[in-house]
Each structure stands twice: as C-alpha cells, then as structure tokens.
C-alpha cells in the first residue's frame, strides 16, 4: 500500500521559513507535488517536480519564494518555503502521479495524497 509520508509544517512568523518533506513509500512517482487548501478556500496548486531530468513547475503566487527538489537516493521531495505570508496559511498536501501528467498543475492528475500538514504564519 503506497503512503506518502508529509512532515515540515509549523507555525512561523511572517518573513520566515519551513521545509516540507514528503517520502512515499513502496515505490517512486514519475512527478510529486505540493498542494494547499486554506479555510474556505478550494485546494490550489503550489509546486511540483518530475523525477527524471528534474523539470519543475510553480504556482505564481510562490515563484520566486518556494523551491521544490528531490532526493533520489531518499526518494524524498521537498518544499523549501521562505518569505513566508500570512496568505501562506494552509494546510499543505503532498501529492504523487505515476505517469507523466498531461496537466501538473491539476489536482485530478495525482494518483496518491499524503494526509497533510499545517502551516501557519503569523503576522
């Protein structure tokens, strides 16, 4: 049974910084993303990465703050976070896609969902 384990989330002051990780167990992913879905909010896109030759995408709102990598040899992702805003206040799904997704950026793509973890910034 695949799970992807999430862990990184917190409580931060604004201008901070928090790094997500996310390992799936039991097999690798051909393209791993980040989601978030605020109160209220519908869940949005954040980042994601394809595995082989490393092809990144991101969600406007966070390009230029957020850094999404991988560790091949860990079979982790990760979400470096940094400049952190109170808009950033979520509640953070790592996502997994076997096959080369036609559409990324689209939470239907994704095959598994992690259980997700809250992030929070204070102002």
């Known amino acids: 049974q695949v799970q992807l384990i999430e862990s990184g989330g917190g409580l931060v002051q604004t201008g901070g910084s928090l790094r997500l990780s996310c390992a799936p167990s039991?097999?690798?992913?051909?393209?791993m993303g980040w989601f978030r879905q605020a109160p209220g909010k519908e869940r949005e896109f954040v980042a994601a990465?394809?595995?082989?030759?490393?092809?990144?995408y991101y969600a406007d709102s966070i390009r230029g703050r957020f850094t999404i990598s991988r560790d091949n040899a860990k079979n982790t992702v990760y979400l470096q976070m940094n400049s952190l805003k109170p808009e950033d206040t979520a509640v953070y799904y790592c996502a997994a896609k076997r096959l080369v997704p036609d559409l990324p950026r689209d939470a239907r793509e994704y095959d598994y969902w992690g259980q997700g973890t809250q992030v929070t910034v204070s102002s």
């Open positions: 039991g097999r690798t992913f051909n393209t």
């Open positions: 990465i394809r595995w082989v030759g490393s092809i990144t």
